[in-house]
């Protein structure tokens, strides 16, 4: 998922795969890597932690980022067994090292760690002893987009109503899964043909461009909703959908569609960002379109897309 995530107190840009970041360490484990058994801690150790999550709580970061620093430093403190405030540059080493040999974890879970693991003892505890530590960069890898053609039949294949209306919306909108639970109906200007993300990544709201087939038909479908709610795409009690709900709707209507690719939510954001691009839309809209707070994040898809390159004649048909 090509999102840069930074934390506000430090420079250090964490990986949010597939909006699943944040679930502790087997959220981030590959196929490969083998399942973390995390050494109960020293009473010193656990109120220190205690201390540290009422810290973020405090501070405003979400959930998920604080479930994901909790899990990690609990992890090292738990194999290092030794009090936090006594812990040398070698101990963090030392646990990455076993990170890698003994749990087989990627690149993008060495970087987690190093980031949690960073924040803890420079933001937190005050003490440097992280910086000098170098891990491989996590591969950089291209993501997966889909043609506008496969986009129709995606939405063909969700069954019409709450559900179609959900894989169009995030698909018109471009907007993160977690974004898309939360839209509310007051978030929506259907006059004018905007909404309001309201507390999106990084506690920033943002415009999104509403498509005018969309709002003829989110129009018909809130006009005729029998359970009252605030937010647009909901439970038959009327509280917002969950992502796994979401993630479901998705991936089922991929595999009745027939499509051989990769599907996910968020491939539907990959895919808006894509085609505006190759419609020759400005690459610095579509960075504000994404809530992206880096260009660098957004000039990934000049990268995705292939209209162009699809112009260059190859030198075989000059021969």
């Not at 294949?157 to 894989?167: D, M, S, Y």
């Not at 691009?277 to 995705?304: F, M, P, W």
Request: proline letters at 3%.
């Amino acid at each position: 998922m090509p999102e840069d995530y930074t934390a506000n107190s430090i420079n250090v840009e964490e990986p949010a795969p597939q909006e699943t970041a944040g679930r502790g360490i087997a959220a981030q484990q590959n196929k490969n890597e083998k399942p973390a058994e995390r050494a109960p801690l020293s009473p010193e150790n656990s109120a220190l932690v205690e201390k540290f999550r009422q810290e973020l709580l405090i501070s405003g970061y979400s959930s998920r980022t604080l479930t994901m620093y909790l899990s990690y430093v609990s992890d090292f403190l738990g194999f290092i067994k030794k009090r936090a405030p006594l812990v040398a540059r070698e101990d963090l080493v030392s646990y990455m090292a076993m990170l890698k040999e003994k749990r087989n974890v990627s690149n993008a879970t060495l970087a987690l760690a190093l980031a949690s693991l960073k924040f803890f003892f420079h933001t937190f505890l005050h003490m440097k002893i992280v910086d000098e530590i170098k891990i491989p960069k996590k591969a950089r890898k291209l993501p997966v987009v889909l043609t506008k053609d496969e986009v129709r039949e995606l939405i063909k294949a969700t069954k019409a109503g709450r559900n179609r209306l959900i894989v169009e919306f995030i698909y018109s909108t471009g907007t993160r899964v977690s974004e898309a639970t939360n839209i509310k109906v007051n978030d929506l200007e259907l006059r004018e043909g905007v909404g309001v993300v309201r507390g999106g990544k990084g506690k920033k709201d943002r415009i999104i461009i509403l498509s005018k087939n969309w709002i003829s038909e989110v129009k018909r479908y809130l006009k005729h909703k029998k359970v009252y709610s605030e937010f647009v795409f909901s439970k038959k009690n009327g509280k917002p959908l969950s992502s796994d709900t979401i993630e479901r709707i998705v991936k089922n209507a991929a595999r009745k569609a027939g499509l051989q690719k990769d599907v996910h939510v968020h491939t539907l954001r990959h895919s808006y960002a894509t085609h505006l691009l190759e419609s020759g839309e400005n690459i610095r809209k579509i960075q504000e379109l994404l809530g992206h707070s880096s260009l660098n994040t957004t000039q990934l898809y000049t990268k995705v897309s292939t209209e162009e390159l699809k112009k260059v004649k190859s030198p075989l048909d000059d021969l």
